[in-house]
């Protein structure tokens, strides 16, 4: 086997390269565990190096919503705008009477690369938030927010895509700006209760006095460096804090983590292999793809140090590259944000809960990460510290209770029993980001382009990595109260936030309910007497496109004067169909259900259309297909224009792929 096939970690050489004076018997158990692991047993044993990258203000939407295989564009079941704002779905945004969809950023008639900046401060982000109801984006941030890219503009970022894992649920920290958002990824916190200098919600730096993560790595013998030029853009949060204000120029805090150093200190370290432990790097204010500074020059300039890597393949063979956006800079973005249920300790300023804010792009980059996978576990900034809390064993105290159970570590992202060593071909920077600076140079100023077509995603599929979730959904209507009740649950181990929405009849909402990961049964009830006269329709979302809907009528005349039938779901093993339930309560009428298949194969293998008939008082049970563990039905009923069930989701056990709904 070619050396490069296999992973060279030398754990020798890692105490020496990262300058540890202690034994390792000193070292936190944690640690002594990945030391002790044997090299490329397929374990974070096999890291010898963390870089976390995090560049600036974009939003997941504004860059990848039209990639292949992602929570993108071509989402089946986006958001649903409640019947009184008079638009579909999340996708149609309205000021006043305008609705505006997303847009494509023409970078062949307008200098897009270069596009003004849009506010993404903590009270417009709320704004546009709108309790979650995501219907105030284009009032609150603009028209410019709700243009993105595609492949062809932002080729680079789309090959690292290809090639590796891109996190298509990772949420920025905060509803807000810059500072906040970076305080999360340096230290898992703002200070919320106003202990050390916060609660910090702008980008003020006052001077905080709670430990950093660095500081914790230091303490454990760990070592660690900031990568940052003469320009860094303001973006070092350590320089917030009076330990590092105030360090000497001789201390280990400012050695690491103030000192300026030139751009190819890293390439040095990395040709050297005296690389750090732990490396956070901040690009120049023009190279940091925060508007008005493009996409492309911050690719040029992140590629640098991927190609600085790709020059020593045993450094490379060895470490993980985190690829992150501070926040998403005020541009749109569909998906709703987990969002910590009201009175969650440390999840609340002021009334208003500090996050998740809305997803950026996050990939992950690795010998242990290729392949073009999508992992759609829930993670934040808080997951590349607990990433480096699994590897190291150094814990962050600072991260909250409701976080750790709620977003992932990021190490879902990885499959560390199949590393692929080589290094893969990626776009030339270089060019991108010169034609970058001719179009900002020669081009007029980029404005909104006013489109009410929704926008769309490119076909395909894309490998799945395995979420910590199994989730599952069902209601049933209880006449005598006038209430319609949904359950949930969930039978993975990581806990999960679900959301529902009342999609007509009411517009109050919605309702967050923390699903453990235990299977014990989450509920709630719907008051549908009271505010519908009986009708009803409700949405219930989660993480990996997991989606219920219920509507209908209870009334007592709604369905020829009978008990309004139900639809229930099973779930069973990766690979296994669904299991679907037609329960009819009815004394006198059977019930003709209308199932649809909205993800079947394209040539129709498996079934699209099945019709389900009830005798009174009786219940059918029948399997239907999934696709590659996906499935995605509708359930309609005879006689009854409001009845509608929807099932869609992945069971979870093995990877798969994602696949393109089937509409037609």
């Known amino acids: 086997m070619d050396d490069h096939k296999k992973p060279p970690f030398n754990r020798r050489r890692f105490m020496q ?71 579909a779905n999340v996708f149609y945004q309205k000021s006043g009477s305008t609705i505006q969809c997303p847009f494509h950023h023409n970078l062949k008639t307008t200098a897009a690369e270069c596009a003004a900046d849009v506010a993404h401060d903590w009270t417009s982000g709320h704004t546009a938030w709108d309790n979650g109801k995501l219907t105030k984006w284009y009032s609150a941030k603009g028209g410019l927010s709700m243009g993105y890219f595609n492949r062809a503009d932002i080729p680079w970022h789309y090959a690292l895509a290809d090639n590796f894992t891109t996190c298509d649920h990772y949420f920025h920290s905060v509803m807000g700006p810059t500072n906040p958002n970076r305080l999360y990824l340096m230290t898992g916190t703002i200070d919320p209760q106003g202990k050390n200098g916060g609660p910090v919600i702008d980008n003020s730096e006052k001077g905080y006095t709670w430990t950093t993560y660095a500081e914790r790595l230091q303490a454990a013998g760990i070592s660690w460096r900031v990568y940052q030029e003469t320009d860094n853009f303001d973006d070092n949060a350590l320089a917030w804090f009076n330990n590092f204000k105030n360090a000497a120029t001789t201390s280990p805090l400012y050695i690491n983590g103030m000192q300026r150093r030139a751009a190819t200190a890293f390439a040095n370290d990395v040709a050297n292999d005296t690389l750090p432990a732990v490396s956070w790097i901040l690009a120049p204010t023009a190279l940091s793809e925060h508007p008005d500074h493009g996409p492309n020059p911050g690719a040029n300039y992140v590629n640098q140090f991927l190609t600085a890597l790709a020059a020593n393949p045993k450094v490379w063979e060895k470490t993980v590259f985190f690829l992150v956006y501070d926040e998403n800079g005020g541009f749109f973005d569909h998906a709703m944000s987990p969002v910590a249920p009201s009175g969650t300790a440390d999840e609340f300023v002021n009334g208003l809960p500090i996050g998740l804010g809305g997803r950026i792009p996050a990939l992950a980059i690795s010998p242990w990460s290729k392949g073009g996978y999508v992992a759609s576990e829930v993670f934040d900034h808080t997951s590349t510290l607990r990433f480096l809390e699994a590897w190291t064993g150094v814990q962050e105290p600072n991260i909250s209770a409701w976080r750790r159970k709620v977003c992932g570590d990021l190490t879902s992202a990885f499959n560390f029993n199949a590393g692929d060593y080589a290094f893969p071909t990626l776009p030339d920077t270089a060019a991108l980001a010169a034609a970058a600076a001719t179009e900002c140079k020669n081009l007029p100023a980029a404005k ?38 949904v359950y949930m649950t969930n039978q993975g181990p990581k806990d999960v936030m679900m959301t529902a929405y009342v999609n007509a009849y009411r517009t109050d909402g919605p309702w967050r309910y923390q699903v453990t990961g235990d299977g014990v049964q989450a509920k709630d009830y719907f008051s549908v007497n009271t505010y519908g006269g009986g ?106 224009s409001l009845f509608a069930r929807e099932f869609a989701g992945h069971i979870e056990g093995v990877e798969s792929k994602t696949e393109m709904p089937f509409t037609g």
């Open 535 to 640: 009708k009803y329709d409700i949405s219930l979302y989660g993480p990996n496109r997991f989606y219920r809907r219920f509507a209908g009528n209870i009334s007592a005349t709604a369905w020829q004067n009978q008990p309004e039938p139900e639809v229930t779901i099973t779930l069973g093993a990766a690979g296994a169909p669904i299991a679907l339930s037609f329960v009819n309560a009815s004394t006198t009428t059977p019930a003709v259900f209308t199932v649809k298949r909205r993800n079947a194969p394209a040539d129709g293998s498996g079934g699209r259309v099945w019709t389900v008939t009830v005798p009174a008082g009786l219940t059918i049970g029948g399997s239907f297909p999934t696709n590659s563990d996906w499935y995605d039905y509708v359930i309609t009923l005879s006689g009854d």
């Open 17 to 87: 390269s990262a300058g540890a004076a202690l034994a390792t018997s000193m070292l936190p158990p944690g640690l002594q565990k990945v030391l002790a692991a044997p090299a490329g047993s397929g374990t974070l044993g096999s890291i010898a190096h963390v870089v976390i990258f995090s560049q600036e203000n974009r939003s997941f939407d504004s860059y990848f919503g039209s990639l292949n295989g992602v929570s993108g564009f071509g989402d089946n079941h986006p958001l649903l705008q409640n019947a009184a704002n008079g638009v």
């Open 448 to 485: 909104p382009i006013a489109t009410t077509t929704a926008p769309t995603q490119e076909t395909g599929p894309r490998p799945t990595r395995v979420q910590p979730y199994q989730l599952n959904g069902w209601g049933g209507a209880e006449r005598s109260t006038g209430r319609y009740w």
